[in-house]
């Protein structure tokens, strides 16, 4: 296991790029990505990385280089899996709701693709009958993820097709002669419980009689990380182990191989990134002191978007005694990152260091308040390379067209 990186090292950073700034350890994302592979080492495993958490194109050359695939969620990030070395044939594209002429953009590239609504299955089988392989997205009817708003593959989700539609995706196969090659569930994010992804493998297990030409079963994504000291991150050498038994027993009773997919993407980069932000103000008011920092949700929306926690430390002022602080950010909005929480005493420009920030926090960061979007830096072989730069004015005007 990659150790996290020192707060001496991380202080370097700040002083040499600045802060905001989101930082990201290389190693620690193969560490990560070994894990998975050493947990199903006994099956026929792909992981697809699911670029959407961090897409910075150093990233996704990482993540080629230590030999992982890449799932995509827009034909932008199947672009940038291109253009980062990618070949075709790694790269899935995953789509939701998404207009059939993507799904064709996608074809004329050969990407792997996942279709999820009969709609565009039915368009797909009529373009391109048997000559074109494809996995369809189901919707599993289970619960399961974090919180309802990262859970996608309950009985109101509108991702996938749902179960009970079966008929009509074989429908189509009749009437078209679509080739489905793969069944793909992905029910949600922060799934702890390894019983849900075997329920999922069940799914997929009992309805795969419905097709003749499968090759492969995809699971998704969803593995839950550790947000704090004693939390509890999905098992996944048990998840490896189980999974294994269930396939192999799958495979004795269809007398044939099959072939596992996966779409880690919070497991491979959440911890791997930090956010170091700096202490403008510290405001004591009766009930409550804030520490307010030099960033807020247009940099890391996680917090207030869906209740996400993440561990914060005082790098600066890592020994003195513990207070309590609503830790608030710079924004024209309520923007809290974290509600009474024991920080080492907080002075104005300590650096406060936010943890697991490799995952859907650059990615979801914005331009709000017309501030600029934090640099970010990859740390590789304990050498900090600068992968983006800070926003200056010129970016805020960029695409604008000034008539008046
Ligand atoms: C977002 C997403 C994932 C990755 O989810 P994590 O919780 O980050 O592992 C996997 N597959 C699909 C289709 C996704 O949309």
Redesign the pocket.
């Known amino acids: 296991m990659q150790q996290k990186l020192s707060n001496d090292f991380l202080i370097q950073c700040a002083h040499e790029f600045g802060t905001p700034l989101y930082v990201y350890h290389a190693e620690r994302i193969k560490g990560q990505y070994e894990r998975l592979q050493k947990a199903f080492h006994e099956c026929d495993a792909r992981f697809f990385y ?1 670029c ?2 961090l897409t910075n194109i150093n990233i996704l050359r990482y993540i080629k280089n230590i030999g992982c695939d890449v ?1 995509c ?1 827009s034909i932008n990030e199947v672009l940038l899996a291109l253009k980062a070395g990618f070949v075709s044939e790694n790269i899935l594209y ?1 789509s ?1 709701n998404i207009a059939f002429e993507e799904i064709e953009t996608a074809a004329e590239l050969r990407v792997n693709i ?1 279709i999820d609504s009969l709609s565009n299955l039915r368009k797909f089988g009529k373009k391109f009958g048997s000559t074109y392989p494809v996995s369809v ?1 189901l919707r599993p009817n289970i619960m399961a993820g974090g919180n309802l708003k ?1 859970s ?1 593959g309950h009985k109101n989700s509108k ?1 996938g097709i749902p179960l009970e539609q079966i008929e009509e995706i074989t429908a189509i196969v009749r009437e078209t002669g679509v080739w489905i090659r793969g069944l ?1 569930i ?1 029910s ?4 702890k419980d390894v019983d849900v992804f075997l329920k999922g493998v069940q799914v997929l297990f009992d309805i795969s009689a419905h097709f003749s030409q499968l090759e492969f079963l995809d699971l ?4 839950k990380v550790a947000y704090k000291p004693g939390d509890e991150e999905t098992d996944i050498e048990l998840l490896g182990k189980k999974v294994t038994e269930a396939v192999a027993s799958f495979e004795k009773q269809t007398k044939r191989k099959w072939k596992l997919w996966f ?5 491979l980069v ?1 911890e791997a990134g930090y956010f170091i932000t700096q202490v403008n103000v510290i405001k004591e008011t009766p009930a409550i002191v804030f520490a307010g920092v030099n960033t807020g949700l247009n940099h890391l929306i996680r917090p207030m978007f869906y209740g996400s926690y993440h561990t914060i430390e005082n790098i600066s002022n890592p020994v003195a005694p513990a207070k309590k602080y609503t830790v608030v950010g710079n924004i024209c909005e309520t923007d809290t990152f974290a509600t009474d929480r024991e920080l080492n005493e907080i002075r104005e420009n300590d650096y406060l260091l936010f943890l697991n920030a490799g ?2 926090c650059f990615e979801m960061a914005s331009n709000y308040n017309s501030r600029y979007k934090p640099a970010e830096v990859l740390v590789k072989n304990d050498k900090a390379h600068l992968i983006r730069k800070r926003d200056v004015l010129e970016d805020l005007l960029k695409n604008q067209v000034e008539v008046l």
Not at 263 to 267: D, I, L, M, S, Y
Request: aromatic share 14%; net charge neutral; no cysteine.
């Open positions: 699911a959407k958490a799932d969620s995953t939701s996942n997205r990262i996608t991702f793909h992905h949600g994010s922060d799934i998704g994504g969803g593995f779409e880690p993407g919070k497991f959440s995952a859907y």
